[in-house]
């Protein structure tokens, strides 16, 4: 395919470039070097008032042929890119307007301009409207030097440009600036034209402005010779920006002056607050300004190298991750999997909430638990780590949490967005909840319905789904609720939300739930009482810091057991793994299929029972799970189904219906894959049930299976490879790191064969 059709241009391809400068001419290189020109008959023109710069550009070979007056260049132009100054932008349109008839018959406009909203004006200004072939762009790219001859046709790879189409912009006219940049290697996005201006006024603009005031500042000192001399590393990477073109940088803060103004304000005060710190002496104001600052750069470094997270929430797109998974292997030796999420996310909530420092080892650094840690940052509380699963939490007290910014951002963590609901309606302050795209899509009006009933205001999508909007300063009440459906989350959030309201607040499950909230407040010293099927406790109390050791996670730990207990020969311990009584319906249903599955070394750490489980393999057979186990193992049936697929005869589940509103539709999800990979299998409303083969001999073939972005599905069907005849591939895999980080390592060190492939979205 050509070029010419690559960027959809007319037959007459001729690419006039005005203002010949680094961007204009690192755009021209980068055309060059992807090819334009050479064979399609593109020509590429450059219209500059310095004529060195054109004889340069040619010289160069990164141009055609230029002029310095626009007049003899604009005859025939299919796609004009305007590459000068913002300010130098109203004579070049007016110019350009001039000379429109002269332009191709569909002709495509663009810029350069690092603001929008003035080039919008100006462009309306110059044509008497907006011409609906306009499209408005720029590249987040750039250096210190200057000119034709620090042109780089790399300059652009891997760098975002942003495209600001308005209403009447001609989608075919976007569609060929889109495909323009692309050439140059850039990832093209596209955002409204006053949300542009307002995030790079804090992302560009003011660091620049900051790196000129303080160069300035330093270089009329005295004693500026022995500031420079003696500089670190550290000011020269923070001053480089310093260096840039000040004109180009007087006209960006001239052209966008109100959003500039803005994020200097919101400077101020951040500056403000640290410099009473500094002058108070406050330890933990200053560690959670540093802290915060440290994590939030590493967390939006991940996102921006998409390296985790559904980068949606960035308007970016991640990597898609696909597990390649050899056929049979072994599983043997000893191993500890990472913390418990649900205790992880429940440690940080009431260490923040408490009076005092809390400690927590053995945290889970998985993206869901750090997304928890980053929230609480955000409003205010000084988090020390994580390091090696340390964390330590200066507690800010019941009403110590400050407003965020901003939505507070949990990523796929439907734990944290239910149980913040509960919390953040006892606020002083408004709050905005929102998640990745498979959090997108999960109920909360579940969590958002009681809290009404408790006078909390909560608003959410369609399909009560987030982001959830929490109005703060509300007097909430206790109630007496009946859950419709076991959930540990609605539990925990109304337990949450009872600590701030009036009176008492009941909550009567029609199953057992994990009762890790119930635990770890009468920990922190905020009785909770519980009587049948009934807990309650009363507002008002208080929360005093306790140490939290998270043991290891029993649900990570399920794609280990079922691995072993379906593979013949294996032989496995899995260290300090947490066997809560509302938990271990997976330990119970393994054994009553015939697992060899023991409890070894069983002990009480921070008030939850813990114990070294040892599994070997024996024959599995199909069992009909008993309801009352349903609840105590929502959570791993992923793996479970694998378990029955390998166990002689059928499994039958019921009262299972609480999957079909997970991450993704779990009984739809494993319904399919393993339908995919030959396993015989009958899909119900509330349930499953699942024809297994039995015997050492693989059970079933392989194929290409969907993890629908549930990290869940994802390991159950890479465990399955143990038994299958042929390899499995498992498609989305990135969530993986939401709840098990360590999963491929753990899983290679055990015995199976598992590649990744990370392949770059479209």
């Given amino acids: 395919m050509s070029v010419k059709q690559d960027l959809k241009l007319p037959d007459a391809s001729r690419i006039l470039v005005v203002g010949l400068g680094l961007i204009g001419g690192s755009l021209a290189a980068a055309l060059r070097a992807a090819g334009v020109g050479r064979e399609d008959g593109t020509v590429i023109l450059a219209c500059d008032p310095n004529v060195d710069e054109i004889r340069l550009g040619v010289e160069m070979g990164l141009i055609d042929t230029g002029s310095t007056r626009l007049a003899d260049v604009v005859e025939g132009a299919t796609l004009v890119v305007l590459a000068v100054p913002v300010l130098a932008m109203r004579s070049v349109m007016g110019e350009l307007a001039g000379l429109i008839s002269q332009l191709a018959p569909d002709a495509v406009i663009t810029d350069v301009g690092s603001t929008k909203a003035a080039v919008r004006d100006i462009a309306v200004e110059a044509f008497g409207g907006l011409p609906p072939r306009l499209v408005l762009g720029h590249p987040i790219a750039g250096s210190e030097k200057s ?91 923070f001053t480089r920006i310093a ?70 929430y960035q308007m970016q797109e991640p990597n898609s991750l696909r597990y390649l998974v050899a056929p049979g292997g072994s599983v043997s030796g000893r191993i500890r999997v990472p913390g418990d999420k649900s205790i992880s996310h429940r440690s940080i909530m009431l260490g923040a909430l408490s009076e005092g420092v809390t400690e927590v080892t053995g945290f889970l650094e998985g993206e869901d638990s750090l997304a928890t840690l980053q929230a609480f940052r955000e409003m205010g509380v000084a988090i020390e780590g994580p390091h090696q699963g340390r964390v330590v939490i200066h507690g800010v007290g019941m009403h110590g949490l400050k407003p965020p910014a901003g939505p507070l951002y949990v990523g796929n963590a ?34 958002a319905d009681p809290l009404r009933e408790m006078g909390a205001v909560v608003e959410t999508t369609e399909g009560g789904r987030p982001p959830l909007k929490i109005k703060g300063g509300q007097s909430l009440k206790g109630i007496d609720y009946d859950m419709p459906m076991a959930s540990a989350q609605v539990k925990s959030c ?3 939300a009872g600590m701030y309201a009036d009176g008492e607040t009941r909550v009567r499950e029609p199953a057992p739930t994990r009762d890790h909230t119930e635990r770890m407040l009468n920990g922190f010293g905020y009785r909770v009482e519980r009587e049948g ?11 005093s810091a306790a140490p939290i050791d998270v043991p290891s996670d029993i649900s990570s730990a399920t794609f280990f057991l079922v691995a072993a207990a379906i593979t013949p020969g294996s032989d496995l311990v899995l260290e300090h793994v947490g066997i809560n009584p509302t938990r271990i319906g997976v330990i119970n249903i393994l054994q009553a299929m015939g697992a060899d599955l023991q409890l070894h070394n069983q002990r009480e750490v921070g008030g939850e029972p813990v114990a070294d489980l040892h599994i070997r393999y024996a024959p ?96 159950a069907f890479t465990i399955a490879g143990l038994r299958a005849s042929a390899p499995i591939e498992v498609d989305d895999c990135s969530n993986v790191a939401t709840s098990f980080p360590s999963f491929v390592d753990l899983a290679r060190r055990v015995g199976l064969s598992l590649d990744e492939v990370r392949e770059e979205a479209v």
């Fill in 147 to 237: 000119g034709v001859a620090a042109s780089d046709a790399r300059l652009y790879q891997n760098h975002k440009v942003i495209l600001t189409p308005c209403a009447n912009t001609a989608e075919d006219a976007r569609q060929c600036v889109e495909t323009l940049w692309r050439l140059t290697g850039a990832d093209v996005l596209s955002m409204d034209v006053e949300r542009h201006d307002q995030v790079l006024a804090r992302t560009s603009h003011l660091p620049h402005l900051l790196a000129f005031s303080l160069v300035d500042t330093l270089a009329r000192q005295d004693e500026r010779m022995d500031i420079f001399r003696y500089a670190a590393g550290g000011f020269r990477d």
């Fill in 533 to 543: 099927d009934t807990c309650w406790l009363r507002g008002g109390g208080r929360l």
């Fill in 620 to 715: 599995l057979k199909g069992i009909e799970i008993p309801t009352d186990q349903v609840p105590l193992a929502i959570d791993e049936f992923p793996a479970l189904f694998i378990a029955a697929a390998n166990a002689e005869g059928i499994t039958r589940l019921r009262g299972a219906e609480e999957l079909r509103v997970k991450e993704s539709d779990r009984l739809q999800s494993m319904a399919d894959g393993m339908t995919i990979l030959g396993i015989d299998n009958t899909l119900l409303d509330d349930g499953i049930d699942i024809v297994g083969k039995g015997g050492e001999a693989p059970n079933y073939g392989g194929g290409r299976v969907q993890s629908h972005e549930d990290h869940r599905i994802a390991m």
């Fill in 243 to 312: 260096g840039s073109d000040p004109v180009m940088w007087r006209d960006v803060f001239t052209a966008n002056r109100e959003a500039v103004l803005d994020a200097l304000d919101d400077f101020e005060v951040g500056l403000k607050r640290l410099r009473q710190a500094v002058a108070q002496g406050d330890g933990d104001g200053m560690l959670a300004t540093f802290d915060r600052a440290r994590h939030a750069r590493h967390y939006f470094e991940s996102l921006l190298n998409k390296t985790s997270y559904q980068a949606e």
């Fill in 494 to 496: 109304l337990l949450l």
């Fill in 414 to 447: 439907g734990t944290a967005m239910r149980l913040f609901a509960g919390l953040l309606a006892g606020q002083a302050f408004d709050t905005e909840l929102t998640g990745d795209t498979s959090l997108a899509r999960r109920p909360m009006g579940r969590v």
